[in-house]
């Protein structure tokens, strides 16, 4: 059974910074695209930034240059640094673990944790 827990949420200031950790359990963690996804009140859930098995990455718009996705797969954790952070990244960030059957998508989310920005 698959499970993903995030910490390191918080309440910050504009223009400091985060790092948020994903541990997961389960197997095949290394080949699996891990990725960290945020909804904000009255908003749909977005994706934020997505980790490959080989490393490659993908941004919103909206976080590039300011945020960096990693991950360990010695440890199965996937992390999110965050720096500059705005206002506008307050949100609820949910980790995500995913693998494709074919061309059929399938998700698993962590419990989600808090990250507000606020002076």
């Known amino acids: 059974q698959v499970q993903l827990v995030e910490s390191g949420g918080g309440l910050v200031q504009p223009g400091e910074s985060l790092r948020l950790s994903c541990a997961a359990s389960?197997?095949?963690?290394?080949?699996?695209?891990m990725g960290w996804y945020r909804q904000a009140p009255g908003k749909q859930r977005e994706l934020v930034a997505e980790?490959?098995?080989?490393?490659?990455?993908n941004y919103a718009d909206s976080v590039k240059g300011r945020f960096t996705i990693s991950r360990d797969n010695m440890k199965n954790t996937v992390y999110l640094q965050m720096n500059s952070l705005k206002p506008e990244d307050t949100a609820v960030y949910y980790c995500?673990?995913?693998?494709?059957?074919?061309?059929?998508?399938?998700?698993?989310w962590g419990q989600g944790t808090q990250v507000t920005v606020s002076s």
């Open positions: 995500n673990r995913a693998y494709y059957r074919g061309s059929t998508r399938f998700n698993y």
């Open positions: 389960g197997s095949m963690f290394s080949i699996s695209i």
């Open positions: 980790i490959t098995s080989s490393a490659s990455t």
